[in-house]
């Protein structure tokens, strides 16, 4: 799986867009980017995943880079509850084992 | 509403103690998964199965053992052969997709040993 790059903390206001990075660089043809993220003591939480079109779900939006070595994970209107750690995750998606690599990820602070 | 159902949320084992952990879910996943995560660690997998009365080995299965005898259900004993068995253990399942699989966690079990 490629190696992806994230800030290890940022701040964001609440009510404010919170606008996540990631780089892959070294992303092949085949693998997905995937977000989750984790609230202290609690199992990662899925957030939204894509190949190489901007994705929108109800928790977030997925933008990817033409040339796919990045994307931007955003959250519309961040509020207290959105305050984790953010893991972007590049793999392959197909079936066996599945060896998740959760880097050190990026720690997100919402301000009141 | 459908979910990963994991018990005990906290354990307590002395040393040479084997334990088990519950994971249960009604999603109707074939595919179960257990991990492991230490203090800010990422995750490493202990075992997987992708189907019933079939499981396999991840990356750290020394001192773990598992079974898979219903769907909806995989409990992972920790052995006392683990010898560092203290961590958040968090078990895991898999959506199939035709826009790629996903992985849904349960929220975890923090297991000490004392």
């Known amino acids: 799986d490629a190696k992806t790059t994230q800030p290890p903390s940022m701040d964001c206001a609440e009510g404010r867009a919170a606008n996540l990075p990631c780089n892959h660089s070294?992303?092949?043809?085949?693998?997905?980017v995937y977000w989750y993220r984790q609230i202290h003591s609690q199992g990662p939480q899925y957030i939204i995943h894509?190949?190489?079109n901007n994705e929108t779900n109800e928790m977030a939006s997925l933008i990817i880079t033409e040339d796919r070595k990045s994307s931007t994970l955003i959250l519309p209107h961040a509020t207290l509850r959105d305050t984790a750690v953010y893991y972007c995750?590049?793999?392959?998606?197909?079936?066996?084992?599945?060896?998740?690599?959760f880097g050190t990820g990026t720690r997100l602070t919402i301000i009141p | 509403d459908g979910g990963i159902t994991q018990s005990p949320k906290y354990l307590f084992r002395k040393e040479g103690q084997n334990v088990t952990l519950s994971c249960e879910q009604n999603?109707?996943?074939?595919?179960m998964y257990w991990y492991r995560q230490d203090p800010g660690q990422g995750l490493r997998l202990i075992y997987y199965?992708?189907?019933?009365?079939?499981?396999q080995k991840g990356d750290i299965a020394e001192g773990y053992s598992v079974s898979r005898e219903k769907k909806e259900s995989f409990p992972l004993t920790v052995t006392s052969a683990q010898k560092n068995p203290t961590a958040f253990y968090l078990c895991?399942?898999?959506?199939?997709?035709?826009?790629?699989?996903?992985?849904?966690f349960g929220e975890g079990s923090w297991l000490t040993v004392v």
């Open positions: 895991a399942s898999r959506k199939p997709g035709p826009s790629g699989n996903t992985i849904y």
């Open positions: 070294t992303i092949s043809g085949n693998e997905y």
């Open positions: 894509g190949l190489k």
């Open positions: 995750i590049v793999r392959v998606s197909n079936f066996g084992n599945e060896k998740l690599t």
């Open positions: 999603l109707n996943h074939d595919a």
């Open positions: 199965s992708q189907i019933v009365n079939d499981f």
